[in-house]
């Protein structure tokens, strides 16, 4: 494997130390490796495919003025 040297903030260092610290990791590479996993696997988590949003959108309707109370009525019909 081979490395690298990077640059962060005093302040970014700290943290990483914290959150190697949280995990019990002994260095930060670890930690770094971690946050990058966590960081990627939440960028998954958020890509929806937006063409499926706007289709949706096709089949949806005016309802006029609504009240939160009344929520359940709204998703699931009912008086």
Known sequence: MKYTTIRISIEDKKRLERLAKLLKYRNLTDALRF??????????????DLDKVLSSLKHAKDIGKTSAEDIDKYLYGGE
């Open 35 to 48: 946050a990058l996993s966590v960081a990627e696997r939440e960028m998954d988590k958020g890509r929806g």
